[in-house]
């Protein structure tokens, strides 16, 4: 029988919360914000929304590196205005998962002020992993920072602390129990409020081996997907213990409540290994993400990612984009690595690339302003930059920002309705055209296109959970069918395609002349 929890074929819109709306007039966006969105985000039709980490944070990494993990920032609104918004967004039919952040803390969290206060050999260093440097003063290892410099900060009295990401975010010792124990509280803590589940950031990275080996390797290894079995501190078997422990936490309040993992891993199998039965309920799929344009590339990335989750009872996901990489309109639109985008290619592609993501069997993350088509903006001034990426890198690389600006949503003049006093990274004068208000108007743009296919996918029996069986087409042409009665044709060739036979056209990506599927457009059809 189909299993049919909420979750297995949910559509679930990522706020990244600084950028979608600020309601208190500082320029950043807030509680307030979101609960003037939702609404918007019911029509938009998803099933429930993830919001990026609301803590109480220096805000070094944009609020992942938290100093309480049991409150919420002044900078976005209370604790009350936070219990408001769950219970708003579920008269409104929406869910709300939060972020997790377990990994590290900032450097702000009192339990790393009373580590530094007291001393090498204390108790209060266990809950991180402190360390003595080498003989020549070099850091206990070679380990680097995914944001560039090495993983190791020296303290005063002479010992280093780990750091994965920025040295304001110190790694936490997942092999104390009393960590174990705090976030199980924690868990516990916003799950009495409401919340519907948990993104985990860095589920991959919790534990690290005892020993603290030298990697050996360069940057480039530490940064992108480990490519080797037994990683001194990626995707360890020891990570596993630990989702096991959450899960049995979360079946006390029922079935509906969800963990999704955010692990950057080698391969579908290794993903497929955080959502076995008794584990977490899903995980992002970034191999898809990663795909290029490609027919050959994405039909390989389909067919393994959902074999590999599928053998473990699990759905499929599917995501584009996220507020860590380059929006999928400029990457679409860029013939090669380094090369300018081509952004009305990119924004076509994006559109074959929703219909044919919405298609597919699972669930769908929509990341906010993908729905606008929004582009990357790379041509942030420096001085705006915010991303640790930036400094850390010796600017080198420009981050992260770029994929984070405020959301226009009505008006010709910035902040385009994002808040009434501009907003915390400037935006593009041409994104007047993109406002969610000009988009509405528009029967053929972006959003309108999302809304419909979100809202067929939610009514066509054949969408959301199952299976999908790929039909004979051209190789540069992705033709599968869903039962019941359901087909989708993406043509990447270079040239228009006859449709396959159908009985109706149910939605297509551009309009089709001579009833033909021209160069990077997406049909789905009634069978
Ligand atoms: O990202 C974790 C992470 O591993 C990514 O940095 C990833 O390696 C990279 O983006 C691949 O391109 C999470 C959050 O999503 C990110 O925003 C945080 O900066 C990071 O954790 C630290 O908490």
């Known amino acids: ?34 609960r003037a969105r939702l ?55 929406l869910r709300l998962i939060i972020d997790l952040v377990p990994n590290h803390t900032s450097s702000a969290h009192p339990w790393f002020a009373e580590a530094l206060a007291a001393g090498p050999g204390s108790p209060a260093r266990e809950r991180y992993i402190f360390r003595h440097g080498k003989e020549s003063g070099a850091p206990p290892n070679d380990w680097k920072s995914v944001f560039g410099g090495p993983a190791w900060t020296r303290v005063p009295d002479g010992e280093w602390y780990l750091h994965l ?41 919790l534990i690290k081996q005892p020993d603290l080996p030298d990697l050996g390797i360069d940057h480039e290894e530490i940064t992108g997907p480990p490519d ?28 509906d409540r969800i963990f999704v993992a955010e692990a950057w891993v080698a391969n579908p199998e290794r993903l497929a290994r955080y959502v076995r039965p008794g584990e977490l309920h899903s ?23 959902i074999g590999a989750l599928h053998a473990v009872g699990a759905p499929a996901t599917w995501v584009l984009s996220n507020h860590d990489v380059v929006r999928h309109v400029t990457r679409y639109g860029r013939p090669d690595p380094g090369q300018p985008s081509d952004l009305e290619v990119g924004r076509r592609r994006a559109r074959a690339a929703l219909l044919l993501m919405h298609a597919l069997p699972g669930g769908v993350y929509v990341y906010q302003g993908e729905e606008l088509g929004l582009e990357e903006v ?50 593009p004068g041409h994104w007047s055209a993109l406002t969610a208000e000009a988009q509405l108007r528009d029967e053929d743009s972006m959003l309108s296109l999302y809304r419909k296919a979100l809202h067929l996918r939610r009514r066509h029996p054949a969408l959301g959970e199952g299976e999908l069986s790929w039909l004979d087409s051209p190789a540069d042409v992705l033709l599968f069918s869903r039962e019941p009665g359901f087909v989708c044709a993406v043509n990447l060739s270079p040239t ?12 297509t990506s551009e309009p089709l002349p001579n009833g033909k599927l021209p160069t990077d457009t997406a049909a789905w059809l009634q069978v």
């Open 283 to 305: 995980a992002f799929n970034f191999d898809f993400l990663r795909a290029a344009w490609d027919p050959v590339k994405l039909r390989e990335v389909i067919d393994s990612s």
């Open 1 to 34: 029988p189909v299993n049919t929890r909420w979750w297995r074929s949910a559509a679930i819109y990522q706020i990244y919360i600084r950028s979608l709306t600020d309601a208190s007039g500082d320029g950043v966006g807030d509680l307030a914000g979101i």
């Open 165 to 205: 990401f920025d040295s304001s975010q110190p790694d936490l010792n997942w092999e104390l129990p009393e960590v174990r124990t705090e976030f199980e509280a924690v868990l516990r803590f916003w799950l009495d409020r409401g919340v519907d589940g948990f993104r985990i950031d860095v589920a991959h990275g």
């Open 378 to 427: 790379e041509d942030l001034p420096e001085a705006v930059l915010q991303d640790p990426t930036w400094e850390r890198s010796g600017h080198t690389e420009r981050g992260r920002d770029g994929c984070r600006v405020p959301l226009p949503w009505r008006g010709t003049e910035p902040p385009f309705g994002f808040g009434p006093h501009g907003s915390w990274l400037p935006q």
């Open 496 to 507: 228009p395609v006859p449709l396959p036979p159908h009985e109706r056209v149910l939605l």
């Open 39 to 93: 609404p918007y985000l019911r029509d938009l039709g998803v099933d429930a929304v993830w919001i990026t980490p609301w803590y109480p944070s220096p805000m070094a990494d944009g609020g992942y590196d938290v100093a309480d993990y049991r409150d919420i920032d002044p900078l976005f609104g209370t604790l009350a205005e936070a219990e408001a918004l769950i219970a708003e967004a579920h008269e409104h039919g």
């Open 228 to 255: 080797r079995a037994n990683h001194p501190h990626w995707d360890r078997d020891g990570v596993h213990e630990i989702y096991r422990s959450w899960r049995r936490v979360v079946e006390e309040y029922g079935e």
